[in-house]
């Protein structure tokens, strides 16, 4: 249908055609709008990439902009949206800011962590009309600022309700819920939108919704619970552990390089995308430009960036035509990257739900995509559960198909077959790391933190990926590491010691433990033997130990500790006193 068969306000729809290239509706718009203009609750449940956030941005802004007499900022908030990230945030804004680009009084805003909470103040303080904001930063604000009056929410929307309860936001999002129905005059209208419905989704639209319209636009590729893109090419790679370095950078350079396409990459962990960021920009795309090949534009994306920094890479990499995002699975959910055409899984998603919303990310309101699964020789019973569980059927890409592309590479010496170019770009790789303490340290921190996750996946998918079976010495050459797994595992050790003799060292409570044990007769530092009565200058036959017994080593954790930066109480020291 088209948008202008909706009854919206001309301005809307011109703004929809002009400024987003958007004339006609997709399903689940199709079926959101005249349920949400005609002012019931609705649960909308529909697959990644369908365009929910159009479906319920569309309703608000035409109800707002119908109002009599018109709200401009200083009426305050009248549209309320909790989403679960600050890249959801800032594009959902986005959305609004642009939706209401013809209509200059309604002023849209929002609120995440990693802002400047002075100036989210000072925007409040303004007036805002739509809302956008994550639960943790609401609350905040609600405890906070006294400006910030919900009183006259018209709209409450939850988008992405799986994912907010899955990250440990339900009591967050109860506790804004009472908080909207306990002070607005008139009961909100409400919308739940969610990829996949489950028990907890179920459970907080049975406390939310009055009513409400269940709107469930499902596929014939989807079960009960999850939906898939109808335009996306799913593939698997099964890949031996040595190997999967080499396999990724060919995968990347025939997709990436040879031809101009936009791919994620989901990796493990933090870490491990720091290093793989490094050494493709630093030594990966050395090699291509030194083969007469484009090179390619790297970006990272996880939680432990700066926001500032988020936002940066976001933008530049929703802006540029080919590039590659490697990220972890803070961008798996509700992110629009326009013209994402491959979805690159390095390692297994923990459940089968989040293999569904890592490939989400393509295949995006009706247009194709394509997307691969990296397996190990140990993991192949994945795929079994993917098709068992979600009844996706993969097909294979066979290794040798991905490493010919390798072949167009030019090294220093003469090599025939794709073996000897994958070993000669391996060597590139190992030669980088010998040469550079930095990127070997970082590559052996993103090994430590392979394993560690790998050894942490829920124990339902345990059987699917035997931690046992994994062989650690080959896995370490797909960090381009030449120790053995013990010397690497005696590094991850030094880590750990280094970073628990820090915390003792800045750690305000060992020197008043020390001290206080000093005056009690212990002698420097080393517990009086229990049958010397003497030694603990107590009476009553009762020992030093027994009296003064300070807390062990392991446990004088930081939180004791008032002065960071105070020098402990050394031996000499405590004698003085």
């Known amino acids: 249908h088209n948008y202008s068969e909706l009854s919206l306000h001309p301005y809307l729809v ?69 989403v679960p990230t600050r890249e959801l945030a800032l594009q959902c804004y986005e959305c609004f800011s642009v939706l209401c680009q013809s209509f200059k009084r309604l002023v849209t805003g929002y609120l995440c962590g990693g802002e400047k909470k002075k100036s989210e103040k000072a925007r409040i303080r303004k007036g805002i009309n739509i809302l956008v904001t994550t639960p943790g930063r609401l609350l905040d604000h609600m405890q906070s600022t006294g400006n910030l009056r919900l009183n006259r929410v018209k709209w409450f929307v939850v988008d992405e309700a799986d994912r907010l309860l899955e990250a440990g936001f339900e009591e967050s999002v109860k506790k804004v819920m009472d908080h ?23 459970r907080l639209a049975g406390m939310s919704l009055n009513e409400p319209q269940v709107i469930d636009i499902s596929s014939d590729r989807c079960l009960s619970s999850y939906v898939l893109p109808e335009n996306l090419t799913q593939h698997y790679v099964v890949v031996a552990p040595k190997l999967r370095l080499i396999t990724l950078s060919a995968l990347l350079m ?32 050395k090699v291509l430009s030194r083969s007469g090949q484009k090179c390619i534009n790297f970006y990272q994306l996880h939680g432990n960036m700066d926001q500032s920094k988020r936002r940066q890479v976001f933008g530049e990499f929703r802006s540029v035509k080919s590039g590659v995002l490697l990220c972890t ?41 394509n997307a691969v699964q990296f397996v190990l020789n140990t993991e192949t019973k994945f795929l079994e559960l993917l098709q068992k569980d979600l009844n996706i059927n993969l097909s294979e890409m066979p290794l040798k198909t991905c490493l010919k592309v390798l072949m167009f590479l030019k090294f220093n010496r003469q090599v025939f077959t794709e073996e000897e170019y994958a070993t000669e770009l391996q060597t590139c790789y190992e030669t980088a790391l010998t040469n550079d303490s ?25 059987e699917e990926l ?97 002065q960071l930066f105070t020098k402990p109480v050394t031996k000499k020291r405590a004698k003085k006193r």
Not at 267 to 276: A, I, T, W
């Open 180 to 202: 909207l129905y306990s002070v607005c005059t008139v009961r909100p209208q409400t919308v739940l939108l969610s990829a996949t419905l489950t028990p907890g989704v179920e």
């Open 14 to 82: 011109k703004c929809l055609s002009d400024r987003l290239s958007i004339s006609e509706t997709t399903s689940v718009q199709q079926n959101s709008i005249p349920a949400l203009m005609s002012g019931s609750d609705a649960l909308i449940k529909s697959m990644t990439g369908s365009g929910k956030t159009l479906a319920f941005a569309v309703p608000v802004v035409q109800d707002l902009q119908s109002l009599a007499p018109p709200i401009g900022r200083s009426d305050g908030v009248h549209a309320l949206v909790i």
């Open 329 to 369: 699975d803070v961008a798996a959910r509700g992110l629009d990257v326009p013209a994402v055409d491959w979805i690159v899984q390095f390692s297994c998603a923990p459940k089968p739900e989040d293999y569904v919303h890592r490939v989400g990310r393509t295949a995006r309101i009706g247009k194709s995509g």
């Open 466 to 562: 035997p931690f046992r079976s994994l062989h650690l010495g080959h896995l370490a050459k797909s960090f381009a590491l030449q120790e053995s797994p013990k010397v690497l595992g005696a590094y991850g050790f030094r880590l750990k010691q280094q970073s628990i003799d820090l915390q003792h060292k800045y750690n305000h409570y060992n020197q008043r433990v020390e001290h206080n044990f000093k005056r009690s007769g212990g002698a420097d530092g080393v517990y009086p033997d229990s049958d010397d009565e003497g030694a603990g200058g107590g009476g009553g036959g009762q020992s030093a130990r027994k009296r003064h017994r300070p807390m062990p080593t392991e446990m004088r954790t930081s939180e004791f500790g008032g």
């Open 438 to 462: 930095d990127l070997m340290a970082l590559a052996k921190r993103a090994y430590l933190s392979y394993i560690r996750s790998y050894a942490t996946y829920p124990k339902a998918i345990t």
């Open 254 to 285: 025939d997709k990436c390089s040879l031809s101009e396409s936009k791919a994620l990459v989901f990796m493990q962990s933090q870490d491990v995308v720091d290093f793989h960021h490094v050494i493709f920009t630093n030594v990966f795309n």
